[in-house]
C-alpha cells in the first residue's frame, strides 16, 4: 500500500509539528543561530549569568526537539524520500555544533565550590534546575579537566568503531544462506530467523537455527576480537573517571544503588526451579523425548482466533485499562481521535513500532498494525510509553520532563500487564485463556529471565578483564554455556550453537543495559498488582510516578509508585507471579 491511500484519520497529524516543510526549514535556520553558548564560559560562577545560560539553554532545545522529532518522523514515513534523509543529516551538524559550543559546561562547573553548588541547589530561582545540579555535585570527583575531556572526546570517536563494526557484520557482513520457505528459496535474514522460530515446523526450525548459528561462527574470531575491544573501552572509562569498576560507572550514570542490581540477580537464581519447571513442561506439551533450543519458542497453543481491526482493537485496548481511570481512557480516546499514531503499513515506512513525543504539543506513535494478538498488545504498550510522556511533560518544567532509561519501559509494561489480565478475566474460550497465560510466561522469560542472563554475562566478561584475563571465543562461550545451564535446566539439551549466542546480541555493545529490561517488567508487574487489588489510592501513585519525568533519581520515582527496588519485596512477587501463573497453565493443560 502506498502511503497516499491511506485515509487521513490513519496518519498521524505531523503538522501539529510544523506545517509545512518550509516551516521547518525557517526553525532550523533560527536554531543554528541561536547557537553562542560559548559567550557563557568563564561567567558561571555568577548566578545570574548561569541562570540566562540555562534558560537560553532549555529555549534551543526546545526548538531542536521539534526539528529532530519532525525531521525523523517524515524520513520514517518513507525513507525513500531524500530530503528527509538530509533533514536527518542537517539534525546531526546542528547537535555537533552546539555540542561543540556547550563543551565547556560541564568542566567550569565541576570547578566551581561544592557551597556555590548548595548554593544553586537550595535557590528557588533554580529549581528547574535542582536535580541536574544535585547530580553535577555528584560527578565531581569524577569530571576531568578540560583538556582530560577533550583528549577522551578524541578516543571517543575511535571507541565508537566497535559498536559501529559489530553492526556492519551483523547487518551487512554476515554470510546468511538461502533457506527454502513454502517452496521458494530465499535468503535468511534476522527477521526470518524469528519468524521460523516461533513457527510449528520443527524440521525446518532444527535447520535455520544451525545455519544461523553457523553464520556467527564463521565470523566468531572477529567477533570475540570486537566485543573485547568494546570491553577494554568500557574499563578505560571506568579508570579514566575514577570508577571502582564498569558497573559502577554505569549504575552511577543512571543514578541506580547497586543494591536494584544485586537482588535482581539473587532474586532470579531463587527462581530457577520454576523456570526449569516450564522449560520441562515444554518438552511434555510438545511431546518431544529431546528439547533443543530451537524449540523454545515454539507455539505451545495454536488455533487463537483474535482478530480485530485497528478501531476494534484500539477499543479493546480502552476497556481493558478501565482500571487506570475515566482520565487516562479519556487521554487514549483523545490520541486515537486526534491522530497521535500513524497506523498502516506502507511501501518505504519504517518496521516496528515506537512513541515519540514534542513539548508543548503531544505525543505521537508509528505502527504498523496488522490484525493480530500481539499488535494489540502493542498499541497498549505503545501508548503506554505516550501516555507517560504526556504526564511528565504536563507536569514538570522543560528540564526535568524527559524520564531516564532505567525506567522508560515501565509504563508500557504496567498497560500490557492490565490488558492480559482483563483478557483474561474476559475470555470465555479456554484455548484463548491457555495461550494467554503461555504469552504471559513467554514475556516474563524473554524479559526478565532471559536479559537478567545476559546482564550477569556481560557483568562476569566485564569482571575478567578487569581482572587481567583476556577474554577469548573458547572462555566467553564457556562462560555462556555455564549460565545457560544454570538458567535453563537439564530439560533442554545445551548444543555448542546456543553456547555461541552471545555473539549476536548488539545490545552487549551498550553494556549494562540489558537488566533495565527486568526491573522494568518487574516494577510494572508490582505495579498492575497494586492497581488490580488497591483501586484508586494505587492509580493516583502510579500518577505520581507518571508525572515525575526526571525529578529524581529512578528508584525514588518508583517508590511514589509503591515499588521499592532497593527492597527485595517486589523481586519476590515477580517471581511468585511467574509462579502462579505457571501453575494456572498446567492446571488448564492437564500438566
Same mark, same amino acid.
Given at each position: 500500500?502506498?502511503?497516499?491511500?491511506?485515509?487521513?484519520?490513519?496518519?498521524?497529524?505531523?503538522?501539529?509539528?510544523?506545517?509545512?516543510?518550509?516551516?521547518?526549514?525557517?526553525?532550523?535556520?533560527?536554531?543554528?543561530?541561536?547557537?553562542?553558548?560559548?559567550?557563557?564560559?568563564?561567567?558561571?560562577?555568577?548566578?545570574?549569568?548561569?541562570? =540566562?545560560?540555562?534558560?537560553?539553554?532549555?529555549?534551543?532545545?526546545?526548538?531542536?526537539?521539534?526539528?529532530?522529532?519532525?525531521?525523523?518522523?517524515?524520513?520514517?514515513?518513507?525513507?525513500? %524520500?531524500?530530503?528527509?534523509?538530509?533533514?536527518?543529516? @542537517?539534525?546531526?551538524?546542528?547537535?555537533?555544533?552546539?555540542?561543540?559550543?556547550?563543551?565547556?559546561?560541564?568542566?567550569?562547573?565541576?570547578? !566551581?565550590?561544592?557551597?556555590?553548588?548548595?548554593?544553586?541547589?537550595?535557590?528557588? !530561582?533554580?529549581?528547574?534546575?535542582?536535580?541536574?545540579?544535585?547530580?553535577? %555535585?555528584?560527578?565531581?570527583?569524577?569530571?576531568?579537566?578540560?583538556?582530560?575531556?577533550?583528549?577522551?572526546?578524541?578516543?571517543?570517536?575511535?571507541?565508537?568503531?566497535?559498536?559501529?563494526?559489530?553492526?556492519?557484520?551483523?547487518?551487512?557482513?554476515?554470510?546468511?544462506?538461502?533457506?527454502?520457505?513454502?517452496?521458494?528459496?530465499?535468503?535468511?535474514?534476522?527477521?526470518?530467523? #524469528?519468524?521460523?522460530?516461533?513457527?510449528?515446523?520443527?524440521?525446518?526450525?532444527?535447520?535455520?537455527?544451525?545455519?544461523?548459528?553457523?553464520?556467527?561462527?564463521?565470523?566468531?574470531?572477529?567477533?570475540?576480537?570486537?566485543?573485547?575491544?568494546?570491553?577494554?573501552?568500557?574499563?578505560?572509562?571506568?579508570?579514566?573517571?575514577?570508577?571502582?569498576?564498569?558497573?559502577?560507572?554505569?549504575?552511577?550514570?543512571?543514578?541506580?544503588?547497586?543494591?536494584?542490581?544485586?537482588?535482581?540477580?539473587?532474586?532470579?537464581? @531463587?527462581?530457577?526451579? =520454576?523456570?526449569?519447571?516450564?522449560? =520441562?513442561?515444554?518438552?511434555?506439551?510438545? #511431546?518431544?523425548?529431546?528439547?533443543?533450543?530451537?524449540?523454545?519458542?515454539?507455539?505451545?497453543?495454536?488455533?487463537?482466533?483474535?482478530?480485530?481491526?485497528?478501531?476494534?482493537?484500539?477499543?479493546?485496548?480502552?476497556?481493558?485499562?478501565?482500571?487506570?481511570?475515566?482520565?487516562?481512557?479519556?487521554?487514549?480516546?483523545?490520541?486515537?481521535?486526534?491522530?497521535?499514531?500513524?497506523?498502516?503499513?506502507?511501501?518505504?515506512?519504517?518496521?516496528?513500532?515506537?512513541?515519540? *513525543?514534542?513539548?508543548?504539543?503531544?505525543?505521537?506513535?508509528?505502527?504498523?498494525?496488522?490484525?493480530?494478538?500481539?499488535?494489540?498488545?502493542?498499541?497498549?504498550?505503545?501508548?503506554?510509553?505516550?501516555?507517560?510522556?504526556?504526564?511528565?511533560?504536563?507536569?514538570?518544567?522543560?528540564?526535568?520532563?524527559?524520564?531516564?532509561?532505567?525506567?522508560?519501559?515501565?509504563?508500557?509494561?504496567?498497560?500490557?500487564?492490565?490488558?492480559?489480565?482483563?483478557?483474561?478475566?474476559?475470555?470465555?474460550?479456554?484455548?484463548?485463556?491457555?495461550?494467554?497465560?503461555?504469552?504471559?510466561?513467554?514475556?516474563?522469560?524473554?524479559?526478565?529471565?532471559?536479559?537478567?542472563?545476559?546482564?550477569?554475562?556481560?557483568?562476569?566478561?566485564?569482571?575478567?578483564?578487569?581482572? *587481567?584475563?583476556?577474554?577469548?571465543?573458547?572462555?566467553?562461550?564457556?562462560?555462556?554455556?555455564?549460565?545457560?545451564?544454570?538458567?535453563?535446566?537439564?530439560?533442554?539439551?545445551?548444543?555448542?550453537?546456543?553456547?555461541?549466542?552471545?555473539?549476536?546480541?548488539?545490545?552487549?555493545?551498550?553494556?549494562?543495559?540489558?537488566?533495565?529490561?527486568?526491573?522494568?517488567?518487574?516494577?510494572?508487574?508490582?505495579?498492575?498488582?497494586?492497581?488490580?487489588?488497591? *483501586?484508586?489510592?494505587?492509580? @493516583?501513585?502510579?500518577?505520581?510516578?507518571?508525572?515525575?519525568?526526571?525529578?529524581?533519581?529512578?528508584?525514588?520515582?518508583?517508590?511514589?509508585?509503591?515499588?521499592?527496588?532497593?527492597?527485595?519485596?517486589?523481586?519476590?512477587? =515477580?517471581?511468585?507471579?511467574?509462579?502462579?501463573?505457571?501453575?494456572?497453565?498446567?492446571?488448564?493443560? *492437564?500438566?
Amino acid at each position: 500500500m502506498q502511503r497516499s491511500e491511506v485515509k487521513e484519520q490513519y496518519k498521524w497529524a505531523i503538522e501539529d509539528i510544523y506545517p509545512t516543510d518550509e516551516a521547518w526549514e525557517a526553525d532550523y535556520d533560527r536554531a543554528m543561530s541561536m547557537i553562542n553558548f560559548s559567550r557563557y564560559s568563564g561567567k558561571l560562577g555568577e548566578k545570574s549569568q548561569l541562570l =540566562a545560560f540555562l534558560k537560553e539553554n532549555d529555549e534551543f532545545m526546545k526548538l531542536a526537539e521539534a526539528l529532530a522529532v519532525y525531521a525523523y518522523m517524515k524520513h520514517d514515513e518513507d525513507a525513500r %524520500i531524500a530530503k528527509y534523509t538530509s533533514y536527518n543529516s @542537517k539534525m546531526g551538524m546542528l547537535f555537533s555544533k552546539y555540542s561543540g559550543d556547550v563543551a565547556f559546561y560541564e568542566p567550569e562547573m565541576a570547578r !566551581q565550590s561544592e557551597a556555590y553548588l548548595n548554593s544553586l541547589v537550595a535557590d528557588e !530561582q533554580f529549581s528547574d534546575y535542582d536535580y541536574q545540579l544535585k547530580q553535577l %555535585i555528584k560527578r565531581k570527583p569524577h569530571v576531568l579537566s578540560e583538556a582530560e575531556e577533550k583528549l577522551i572526546a578524541l578516543a571517543g570517536e575511535s571507541f565508537s568503531t566497535f559498536k559501529e563494526t559489530f553492526g556492519m557484520i551483523d547487518n551487512a557482513d554476515l554470510p546468511l544462506p538461502e533457506i527454502e520457505l513454502d517452496g521458494k528459496k530465499v535468503k535468511l535474514s534476522h527477521g526470518l530467523y #524469528g519468524l521460523v522460530m516461533h513457527s510449528s515446523d520443527r524440521q525446518k526450525r532444527k535447520e535455520v537455527y544451525d545455519k544461523y548459528y553457523g553464520a556467527y561462527q564463521s565470523l566468531i574470531n572477529t567477533i570475540t576480537s570486537t566485543y573485547y575491544g568494546n570491553v577494554k573501552k568500557d574499563v578505560f572509562y571506568s579508570k579514566a573517571y575514577k570508577f571502582n569498576s564498569c558497573l559502577e560507572r554505569a549504575l552511577f550514570e543512571e543514578d541506580v544503588d547497586r543494591v536494584v542490581y544485586d537482588n535482581l540477580l539473587a532474586s532470579v537464581e @531463587k527462581s530457577f526451579p =520454576a523456570m526449569h519447571r516450564y522449560i =520441562a513442561d515444554r518438552k511434555k506439551i510438545l #511431546g518431544y523425548d529431546k528439547l533443543y533450543f530451537s524449540d523454545v519458542y515454539a507455539p505451545l497453543v495454536s488455533d487463537v482466533d483474535f482478530k480485530l481491526s485497528y478501531d476494534e482493537a484500539y477499543e479493546y485496548v480502552i476497556k481493558g485499562l478501565a482500571p487506570l481511570g475515566k482520565e487516562y481512557q479519556a487521554l487514549l480516546k483523545k490520541g486515537h481521535d486526534e491522530r497521535w499514531i500513524d497506523v498502516e503499513e506502507t511501501e518505504g515506512k519504517r518496521s516496528g513500532a515506537y512513541s515519540t *513525543g514534542v513539548t508543548g504539543i503531544h505525543p505521537f506513535v508509528l505502527l504498523n498494525y496488522q490484525p493480530t494478538l500481539n499488535d494489540v498488545f502493542t498499541i497498549a504498550h505503545e501508548m503506554g510509553h505516550s501516555l507517560h510522556t504526556y504526564f511528565s511533560t504536563a507536569n514538570q518544567p522543560f528540564a526535568k520532563a524527559d524520564y531516564r532509561i532505567f525506567v522508560a519501559e515501565v509504563a508500557s509494561t504496567v498497560n500490557e500487564v492490565l490488558l492480559l489480565k482483563y483478557m483474561l478475566n474476559d475470555a470465555k474460550d479456554e484455548n484463548l485463556k491457555k495461550y494467554l497465560l503461555n504469552y504471559y510466561l513467554d514475556t516474563i522469560r524473554a524479559t526478565l529471565h532471559r536479559q537478567t542472563m545476559f546482564a550477569e554475562f556481560e557483568f562476569k566478561a566485564h569482571d575478567m578483564v578487569e581482572n *587481567g584475563e583476556p577474554l577469548t571465543k573458547e572462555n566467553l562461550c564457556s562462560l555462556y554455556a555455564d549460565l545457560g545451564k544454570k538458567y535453563y535446566g537439564d530439560a533442554i539439551e545445551h548444543d555448542y550453537n546456543i553456547s555461541c549466542e552471545w555473539c549476536r546480541i548488539p545490545h552487549f555493545y551498550n553494556a549494562f543495559y540489558v537488566y533495565k529490561y527486568a526491573t522494568g517488567i518487574i516494577t510494572a508487574m508490582n505495579i498492575a498488582h497494586r492497581i488490580l487489588t488497591e *483501586g484508586e489510592s494505587a492509580v @493516583k501513585d502510579y500518577f505520581k510516578f507518571l508525572s515525575g519525568g526526571s525529578s529524581t533519581d529512578p528508584v525514588s520515582l518508583l517508590k511514589l509508585a509503591g515499588v521499592d527496588l532497593t527492597t527485595l519485596k517486589p523481586f519476590e512477587f =515477580a517471581m511468585s507471579e511467574f509462579d502462579n501463573t505457571l501453575r494456572q497453565f498446567e492446571t488448564l493443560m *492437564g500438566l
